[in-house]
């Protein structure tokens, strides 16, 4: 059996938490002999400031790079909001997604059947919801040069920010969302601006060829980001696969968030590219909740997000689907067993700390692997 290299990076906040409870799934994972991982953890964030002055030590971004895959907690928190700019908590996830050109990011938004009701759309809109939006990470207006703010006197200032997209950088993530749907309902909604934006007709241009070239069997359909935005809220379930690039993956990936009814809930992967000789990518896996410095350290935090990114790393790093989706039904009999912790709770709903919802998921899965 092969041995999976894993860091784990717990970070701030309610970070430590939610990762202990995957910790717990890995260990059982190991005990039973279904997976063999190795695992070393390492500082990034304000914890890594307090430590090393810095938002994440050479010593750990060593160990990031020789690891099949990274599982990232969370980081930031109003403790370090004087710090230094190129040293805040954010700069050390931004680094790990930089030097390991993680240039796609997953965002499942996915809603069970038990959470209905706690979305912000009527039940018949989001119940059964399953979109996966591609967001292109490394390129366009948030890197784009020149990125500047020049005085221009009496009182006035001038900011540029600057769209910038090769068309190699439009091919490789329009790659990523057509293999995807291969695997999915095999229908691609690749949203840009081109009605207004140069970026907008490049990127459309190149998806339609890719398309063409390389993935004539997956429907494609094009759609202007800002009525995307709005079909999102109006009839979410028209989509399967959306692409589209740094800016308004951004934006259309929180707008899905939150038909699901908590970002607590929801999981992600940055990808790289897959290397010719070892067939392995770079990636990191994270859920999307943030630290919420507010509820650290109570038992409060929602560790679903955690343990299904924990799942992402099982699908799309070391080739265990048929686990990952053990995983998924694992958190799906949970939830509709009514157990449910402080984010999502309802009337009529039981109350689970933190450690009680990952021990009830393990045992769900344990009892699945029977």
């Known amino acids: 059996m092969a041995t999976h290299k894993l860091l784990l990076l717990p970070g701030d906040g309610i970070g430590p938490e939610v990762m202990g409870e995957v910790k717990r799934l890995i260990d059982w994972l190991n005990s039973a002999g279904i997976a063999k991982f190795e695992t070393d953890t390492g500082l990034v964030g304000g914890s890594a400031y307090d430590a090393h002055k810095v938002s994440i030590s050479e010593g750990d971004m060593a160990k990031a790079l020789a690891a099949d895959a990274i599982i990232f907690g969370a980081v930031g928190g109003p403790k370090w909001d004087a710090v230094p700019y190129e040293v805040r908590p954010e700069a050390g ?7 390991l050109a993680l240039f796609a990011n997953l965002r499942p938004a ?5 959470l209905a009701e706690a ?7 989001v119940e059964g919801l399953d979109i996966m939006i591609v967001r292109e990470l490394t390129g366009g207006v948030y890197f784009g040069e020149p990125k500047t703010i020049t005085d221009l006197g009496n009182g006035q200032k001038r900011a540029v920010d600057t769209q910038v997209y ?11 969302a057509f293999e995807l749907a291969r695997k999915r309902k095999n229908k691609v909604t690749s949203m840009e601006k081109r009605n207004v934006m140069k970026s907008g007709v490049l990127w459309n241009e190149v998806m339609t060829q890719v398309h063409k070239r390389e993935y004539s069997d997956v429907t494609l359909e094009h759609q202007l980001a800002d009525s995307g935005g709005m079909m999102l809220v109006k009839w979410p379930k028209q989509f399967d696969v959306i692409v589209t690039d740094n800016l308004f ?4 990936s929180d707008i899905a968030a939150m038909l699901t009814g908590s970002l607590g809930m929801l999981p992600s992967a940055s990808l790289g590219e897959v290397d010719v000789k070892s067939k392995k990518r770079k990636a990191l896996y994270e859920p999307v ?35 990952a989706d053990k995983v998924d039904a694992a958190i799906a009999a949970v939830l509709a067993s009514g157990l449910r912790t402080a984010d999502i709770k309802s009337e009529g709903t039981t109350a689970a700390s933190t450690t009680q919802m990952g021990e009830a998921i393990l045992k769900e899965l344990q009892k699945l692997h029977a």
């Open 93 to 99: 996830l931004l680094r790990l997604r930089k030097d």
């Open 110 to 114: 996915v809603c069970y059947p038990a």
């Open 119 to 125: 979305s912000s759309l009527k039940r018949e809109a």
């Open 166 to 176: 090769d068309t190699y950088e439009i091919e490789r993530i329009g790659r990523v």
């Open 249 to 252: 993956g951004d934006m259309l």
């Open 289 to 323: 909740h943030g630290s919420a410095p507010d509820i650290a350290g109570q038992g409060l935090a929602n560790p679903i997000a955690m343990i299904s990114s924990f799942g992402m790393a099982l699908r799309y790093s070391f080739d265990m689907g048929a686990l």
